[in-house]
């Protein structure tokens, strides 16, 4: 136990460290809220993935794994393209945009993009943005808890609250600079130790050939990528479910807020095969530890629940005990609070720059100076990790059956619901109207939340939208309604200065290239 305390010891160490390191180079808002655009391309792809992932991928999908076996690669495939898609499709286009609009948020973006005369956008934004916010970093305080008492025994309440304190703290020091460098730090963590568990013990097993026939013998749906039963309309609903999750990647704030600070499309082109490469590895390993687990610790006829706690989240923890040597568990607990305090960092300062920036200083407080907004969205950045750390003490005491998986995926899947449909539209089709952006953004929200608490709930078709769960009907009908409104209220102005933005966009390129001798302009 030692060992371990000593590990953990330093881990906090270096955060603390690299929040300081942050501190003294924050001199304005920009600095606190996107690094003054200076960010290169490893710990951009590091910061912007190890954000997007969080404790799902150590605890929930590891037990996602263990629950469904070979299925759970689903997860996989849509992550990956989702990334891609992103870094590949979606980055470069962004990037130029919010540099010409000179964007230090995703609203300031959206608001540019629509030639606003209205806060209406901005404000719908602003608070849908804190409201899943919210609810995704209580997910993570959550897990924080679940990690302290898997890993150490230590009580639920103490982990959570220890966590709270340590992310909040180098987050208030050094804003989103810190999130950023502590992002490349602990991703590189996350990294390490999830590909190097499972080929240490499929290493170790003086068996291994036997896997597969073990994991037939103890259900034979485990080795079907398609689950239990085989190609069913409910095993299709619940593969696309599972492959939807890559949708969060193609335009939520906090993985773009990544690409707004990045130092230029020359990094994205650079970044984009650290992004895709650091997804594949980490994703299919969680997958892969996850199988391990259940063909190690359980038999047929046995619930993996029974063995490895609700939603099969323990996998990862007893893998570690029964792979390594005592001391290596400290380095487990560092990689799992890794996940979880890369998230909660960024989507506070995220949150925080949105509620100072965007809603207090554009609303009511214009001639703020940059000193005073910092200080002040340090202190919304306390303000919304105690709500947080509330919320999430709630939600352990009312729901003592919770899985970290769900819990993370429902406050991932309003973000992208809300957000993505929008930012794609916004991108590449210059019909889109800001009247159809506001709403494709109250759709999102709301379908998240009907899909969840209605939809899920009817007798007959109940059980399908449960197998897909919240992500792709409401981000289905987020993208329709977008385009069907933008279609029956159209702006021939706004399409008309937005492919002017894009011809600009397209001769400043031209002549950066010209410049550089047909380089890659920076």
């Known amino acids: 136990m030692f060992e371990n305390y000593t590990v953990i010891t330093l ?38 993935q190890a954000t997007g992932e969080s404790a799902w991928l150590l605890l929930g999908v590891t037990g996602m794994g263990a629950m469904v076996g070979f299925s759970a690669y689903w997860i996989v495939v849509g992550e990956v393209i989702g990334v891609a898609l992103a870094w590949f499709l ?3 286009r962004f990037k130029r945009l919010t540099d010409q609009y000179e964007s230090m948020t995703i609203i300031d973006y959206l608001v540019s993009r629509f030639r606003s005369s209205t806060q209406t956008l901005r404000v719908i934004s602003a608070i849908s943005l804190c409201f899943f916010v919210l609810i995704y970093i209580s997910a993570q305080i959550d897990a924080t808890g679940s990690a302290f008492a898997s890993f150490l025994d230590w009580n639920y309440l103490v982990g959570a609250i220890v966590g709270f304190m340590v992310v909040a703290a180098y987050c208030i020091a050094g804003g989103f600079l810190a ?69 969060g990647f193609l335009g939520s704030p906090q993985v773009f807020a990544r690409l707004i600070a990045i130092r230029s499309t020359d990094q994205i082109n650079r970044g984009k ?44 923890p007893e893998m570690v005990e029964y792979t390594f040597p005592p001391w290596i568990v400290g380095l487990y607990v560092a990689a799992v609070l890794a996940a979880i305090m890369s998230t909660v960092s960024s989507l506070l300062v995220m949150a925080a720059g949105s509620l100072t920036h965007d809603i207090y200083e554009r609303l009511f407080n214009p001639g703020l100076g940059d000193a005073a907004a910092a200080r002040l969205c340090r202190t ?105 409104v933008s279609l029956a209220w159209p702006s021939e102005s706004l399409q008309t200065q937005y492919r002017a933005d894009l011809d600009e966009l397209t001769l400043r390129v031209a002549s950066l290239e010209h410049d550089s001798g047909g380089q890659s302009p920076e």
């Open 380 to 484: 919304a950045t306390l303000a919304m990790a105690a709500l947080a750390l509330s919320l999430a003490i709630t939600i352990s005491v009312l729901s003592p059956e919770r899985t970290i998986f769900w819990f993370v995926i429902f406050g991932w899947s309003g973000i992208a619901a809300t957000f993505c449909p929008m930012i794609i539209l916004s991108l590449f089709w210059s019909r889109f109207t800001e009247r159809a952006a506001i709403a494709s953004m109250v759709t999102g929200f709301s379908m998240t939340i009907i899909s969840k608490f209605v939809l899920q709930e009817l007798q007959v078709a109940g059980p399908y939208f449960a197998a897909l769960e919240t992500m792709p009907p409401s981000f289905l009908f987020a993208l329709l309604v977008g385009w069907v």
């Open 273 to 316: 095969w650290v992004a895709v490469l650091f997804t594949v590895l980490v994703d299919f390993c969680a997958v892969s530890i996850g199988i391990l687990g259940r063909y190690l610790f359980t038999e047929a006829g046995v619930q993996p629940d029974a063995v490895l706690g609700n939603g099969a989240q323990n996998v990862l």
């Open 11 to 48: 881990y906090f160490g270096v955060l603390v460290v690299l929040g300081w390191l942050a501190a003294r180079r924050i001199r304005n808002m920009s600095d606190f809220v996107v690094g003054g655009k200076r960010l290169g391309f490893w710990v951009a792809a590091f910061s912007a």
């Open 179 to 247: 999130a950023a460098w502590t992002d490349m730090f602990q991703g590189s963590v996350m990294l390490l130790c999830l590909v190097m568990l499972p080929v240490v013990a499929y290493l170790s097993l003086s068996n291994s050939d036997a896997i597969y026939a073990g994991l037939q013998a103890i259900d034979p749906g485990l080795v079907s990528i398609w689950g239990v039963g085989g190609f069913t309309l409910i095993n299709v609903c619940l593969a696309v479910g599972m492959s939807a999750i890559g949708l």
């Open 90 to 92: 979606m980055a470069p």
